[in-house]
């Protein structure tokens, strides 16, 4: 016994995590991509979720690839290349994990867990277990050999070697890893006590005493104690204590099923009033939840499972649930209905022993909806595009301080024209970064804490719109650069030649342009072009219109301090960049306490081709006059610098009216022509950025509209679009 209980005292950190987590053509054969079987089991588990665990934390993080959904079997076919390890996570319907889930896969909405030990009822607890890349079977053992693995530095088949050894004295056969299968029902029975054990809370602390008082609970019970799925003791936290003689604590499926057929059946609308209903806990089958030990039960309502300490809840503003002092009923009551929208509540019910401690809980999800007329804000397809696209041009440098902003304001519109009610989140709060708003215009600053250096991962700013009359909301989400690691610093000095830089002004007529401009550090005075700045739309012009402005001189650390009439900076450090001519560097200046980064060009040529990337990154095309006429229809344009460009395509008639790909398709031969496809993907794409475009003008355009861009690395590329 002391070898099992040592062994697994090592697992002291892995409880069962609870989620929150060009050219031509040619006729070739797709190759197959290989695939495995994966079997999750405690009992067979139905409806759990398998996940590729990409940075090994045993919490499917929302961005990691969901892989497939069980059958009654425990069973799903997989993709086996490039797994990390496989995560296997369970669901109660309509909680924030399966909600989250949804969104990544629509069909698995609704989605509800099932233990096919108990085929008839909901799990009721969301939890996850974890197995190796290697592994055909996914179960509480796999889970504690992978983490003890992880804390020993060992191979996953010699940690789970070393767990089933120590095992032995619970089975004396050979242990399978399909325990289920193979009958070894003590084995099974071991698994159920882990399962509901590494649950708790306090496992971190207790680990070795629960583990070593599962195997001691097992080795005590009688043939039909191990062959009665149901009786599951409590495990105690104290060697002591042992274990507590316990039931499960049981879900009348139908009933549950029947609640929600009920509440659907109402057929709820806004504007309803003076509503009132009460659903019955019981039918003939007997309660909501059973207990065999027949001990008191507590009750409560949650917007959250198995987090309730309330018998009352208030939906949404508008709708008040509560629970009869019998616990026989629940109510439903609502004066009037305002919002339109879906939520889910739970009813929880928690085992309690003769002192009034908690055993276990056990939730039932109850969904409500109440339908609208009224339509959600709709996302503006262009408008989204563009921001995605200013986005991605923020440059995030760890150890840099940041600060960039974004005008959302025309991002929705409201077809009602009711008032949009924005919200917003970022997860590159968890980097150090602070998003804020004012009048219309969100600022993400701060100094990123790590680089993503290798990482798939990309943090997010997603913005929500709803109005009044929805609980809903509708949302986009923007994409940021991976936070790059510090830059090098440059060994070239700041002083002797003419660095050329950029400068963004607007005109009268409100059209914002890029213009060149200059300054030389040199003998300890400073030129620079000041005004005037209309004429110097190229760099030379900039050059030869300096002024001597200020002065300069190096501090003890080397830093460059000047002055510019009554105006002080100093450039701490500067870094090294790539330029295709002379030399470029990302010059870090301070002034009034407020840092700002600007690129300083040792080339007017390398800096006049920045200047028109910056200036043009999105063209529109008409391809198709107002009769429909495609034919022959054909444009060209020449692209001189490396930068991603973004067409659009729309009808001669109303540029509002823009083209989908499968506009463009369906007329028979849609191509794009370019010198080459280096440095980038090119075609006809409804989405950006993996990011989906929206419908526009329905009526008139079925889906998005056609947008086509590639990344140019080299010096020039041309590009021909022709229709047929």
């Not at 934390?57 to 076919?77: F, V």
């Not at 190796?132 to 079977?137: A, F, H, I």
């Not at 989908?660 to 031969?669: A, G």
Request: net charge negative; charged share 20%.
């Amino acid at each position: 016994m002391e070898t099992a209980k040592t062994l697994l005292a090592l697992v002291v950190g892995g409880a069962l995590s609870a989620c929150g987590g060009g050219g031509g053509s040619s006729s070739t054969t797709n190759p197959v991509e290989p695939t495995k079987s994966i079997t999750v089991l405690d009992g067979y588990l139905h409806n759990a979720v398998l996940f590729n665990d990409l940075n090994n934390n045993a919490i499917w993080e929302g961005n990691e690839p969901l892989l497939g959904l069980t059958d009654k079997n425990g069973q799903a076919t997989i993709k086996s290349s490039g797994l990390v390890q496989v995560g296997a996570m369970t669901v109660v319907s309509g909680s924030p994990l399966s909600r989250l889930i949804a969104e990544k896969k629509p069909e698995w909405a609704d989605l509800s867990s099932y233990d096919m030990d108990f085929p008839q009822e909901p799990i009721g607890q969301e939890f996850t277990l974890i197995g190796n890349s290697s592994s055909d079977v996914i179960s509480p053992l796999t889970h504690l050999a992978k983490l003890s693995a992880q804390k020993l530095d060992i191979p996953f088949e010699q940690a789970y070697e070393k767990l089933t050894e120590s095992l032995s004295e619970i089975e004396e056969e050979e242990i399978a890893d399909d325990f289920v299968a193979a009958g070894q029902k003590k084995l099974h029975k071991f698994a159920q006590l882990i399962t509901q054990t590494l649950a708790n809370d306090d496992f971190d602390q207790h680990a070795d005493t629960y583990l070593d008082n599962a195997v001691s609970a097992v080795k005590q019970m009688s043939d039909e104690q191990v062959n009665q799925l149901s009786y599951l003791p409590k495990l105690s936290n104290t060697a002591q204590g042992g274990f507590t003689e316990n039931h499960k604590l049981r879900i009348n499926g139908p009933l549950a099923a029947s609640l929600n057929h009920e509440t659907a059946k109402l057929n709820l609308q806004a504007g309803d009033t003076g509503l009132s209903y009460q659903f019955s806990l019981s039918d003939s089958d007997g309660e909501l939840f059973h207990d065999e030990d027949r001990s008191s039960l507590g009750y409560s309502l949650s917007v959250r499972p198995e987090n309730g300490t309330s018998q009352s809840l208030v939906v949404a503003d508008q709708i008040t649930l509560s629970l009869s002092e019998d616990m026989s009923t629940l109510n439903f009551e609502a004066a009037e209905l305002l919002k339109g929208g879906q939520w889910t509540v739970y009813l929880n019910a928690t085992d309690l022993d003769s002192q009034g401690s908690p055993l276990g809980t056990k939730s039932v999800p109850i969904h409500f909806k109440v339908s609208t007329d009224n339509e959600l804000p709709v996302l503006d397809p262009r408008a989204e595009v563009l921001s995605i696209l200013e986005v991605e041009a923020w440059q995030l440098v760890q150890g840099d301080a940041f600060s960039a902003s974004l005008d959302y304001s025309a991002l929705f519109s409201d077809p009602e024209a009711d008032e949009i009610i924005y919200s917003w989140e970022t997860t590159a709060s968890a980097a150090g970064l602070e998003l804020t708003e004012k009048d219309g215009t969100l600022t993400l600053s701060g100094t990123p804490l790590a680089s993503q250096k290798g990482s798939e991962d990309r943090h997010t700013i997603t913005i929500y719109a709803s109005d009044k009359y929805h609980d809903e909301k509708a949302s986009v989400a923007l994409r940021l650069r991976h936070i790059q690691p510090p830059f090098e610093e440059a060994t070239v000095g700041l002083e002797g030649p003419t660095w050329f830089y950029l400068l963004e002004d607007e005109e009268s007529s409100g059209q914002t342009r890029i213009y060149c401009h200059a300054i030389r550090f040199s003998g300890g005075s400073v030129s620079q072009t000041l005004s005037g700045r209309e004429s110097y739309e190229n760099c030379a012009s900039a050059a030869s219109n300096m002024m001597n402005v200020g002065s300069y001189s190096f501090d003890s650390e080397g830093t460059l301090n000047y002055k510019l009439f009554y105006h002080s900076f100093s450039v701490p450090r500067y870094y090294a960049q790539r330029a295709q001519y002379g030399q470029a560097v990302a010059v870090r200046f301070s002034q009034k306490n407020k840092q700002h980064l600007t690129l300083f060009y040792s080339s007017a040529q390398e800096a006049e081709k920045r200047m028109q990337l910056d200036s043009d990154t999105t063209l529109d095309f008409t391809l198709i006059d107002e009769n429909n006429n495609y034919s022959g229809a054909k444009a060209e344009v020449t692209l001189s610098q490396p930068g991603k460009f973004l067409l659009t395509f729309y009808r001669a008639s109303d540029r509002r009216k823009l083209l989908t790909c499968d506009d463009l398709n369906d007329i028979s031969s849609f191509s794009l022509k370019t010198a080459s496809f280096f440095g980038g993907w090119s075609g006809c794409k409804d989405t950006i950025n993996e990011q989906a475009v929206a419908p526009f003008f329905e009526d008139d355009i079925n889906g998005g509209y056609a947008a086509i861009a590639k990344t140019y690395q080299r010096d020039s590329e041309k590009m021909m679009f022709s229709v047929k």
